[in-house]
């Protein structure tokens, strides 16, 4: 039993709550040019109408924001395995987006970022020319564009529980998404110490459902019962609830995996027993001078096996 380690509809919808999405800028990118920017200056591209190619070559979420006198733009990419192709990506959606919003026929800065939850660890190369064969001996000729990589099991817990949104809670939960009880410590751990606007209780329950319970297979209808305590009682409840339902499911899950073990058990036992018997009886047979034939046929062993006990009994 484990969490789903994907960006789906779930995480697509954290990145589009602008409280969300500035710290992210502010607190989690590595960029000190993008410190200094406020959830009003944010806005939000669609990114479906960079061109008419773009449903089939789609980045994740397109940003722009007020720089100087004109603009630039924050991409961010979801990422969940690696991928050798990640630069070529990352410069095809850049041009595109460079291409759509030019500004005085000029193209604009974008900045794009590659957020990593990944099973296995992966550390790419961040600069277009190490990917580029010969790209030492036509540095004149080789794209030159960078992006900054963040692998979300890197990021410090005490950032995320600090961050007080979503997201940060998000991210914390993401981090042991693999291991079940790690994911239930933090949720409890995320109870006591993180706050979240009063804003984004239903988008915490949005998220626990799409990226923690739906996993564990915990109905809708208890998602809306959470959402419903949590304006009485606070988020606590939310993550606390959540943390007893996986663990309940767990304890499910264990249970059935023991009992069917007994049954498997229990099989193995029998037919053991069976073979054993049907030696005992071809062992008989043997000493009472059948033919190998006649016993196989009796005892449903296979000849080669009769032979052997045969042979076996010929030794004593």
């Known amino acids: 039993m484990k969490l789903t380690r994907s960006y789906d509809v779930g995480f697509k919808k954290l990145f589009s709550d602008k409280i969300n999405v500035c710290w992210f800028i502010t607190e989690i990118i590595p960029e ?31 940003y722009r924001l007020p720089y100087s006198s004109s603009w630039i733009y924050l991409l961010v990419e979801f990422q969940s395995r690696p991928s050798k192709q990640m630069h070529c990506r990352i410069y095809e959606y850049v041009f595109l987006i460079q ?55 890197d990021i410090p817990e005490d950032k995320l529980l600090n961050g007080n949104n979503v997201l940060a809670a998000a991210l914390y939960v993401d981090q042991v998404a693999t291991n079940p009880d790690s994911v239930v410590e933090r949720l409890l751990e995320l109870g006591k110490n993180i706050r979240i606007p009063e804003e ?26 959470l959402f419903e305590k949590s304006k009485i009682l606070g ?9 007893m339902k996986i663990k309940k499911g767990l304890a499910e899950e264990k249970r059935k995996i023991k009992l069917e ?37 009796v005892t449903g062993l296979d000849i080669e096996k009769v032979k052997e006990l045969r042979n076996q009994q010929q030794k004593q």
């Open 32 to 62: 000190p040019r993008l410190k200094n920017y406020t959830q009003s200056d944010i806005e939000i591209v669609a990114t479906e109408s960079i061109n008419t190619q773009w449903k089939a070559r789609r980045s994740d979420m397109v």
């Open 261 to 297: 073990s007994k049954i498997e058990g229990k099989i193995e036992g029998k037919i053991e027993g069976r073979m054993e018997a049907q030696l005992e009886i071809a062992r008989n047979l043997i000493l009472e001078g059948a033919e190998d034939s006649f016993i196989a046929k």
């Open 235 to 243: 988020v606590e409840e939310m993550f606390q609830s959540t943390a």
């Open 99 to 153: 291409k759509k919003y030019q500004i005085n026929k000029r193209l604009p800065v974008v900045v794009p970022v590659v957020l990593y939850n990944g099973v296995e660890k992966w550390q790419p190369a961040t600069q277009f020319a190490d990917n580029v064969e010969y790209a030492e001996d036509f540095p004149e000729y080789v794209q030159k564009l960078n992006y900054i990589f963040i692998d979300v099991r």
């Open 200 to 225: 984004q209780r239903e988008e915490l329950a949005e998220w626990l459902y799409h990226a923690v319970l739906k996993s564990y297979k915990i109905p809708r209808e208890e998602v809306n019962e």
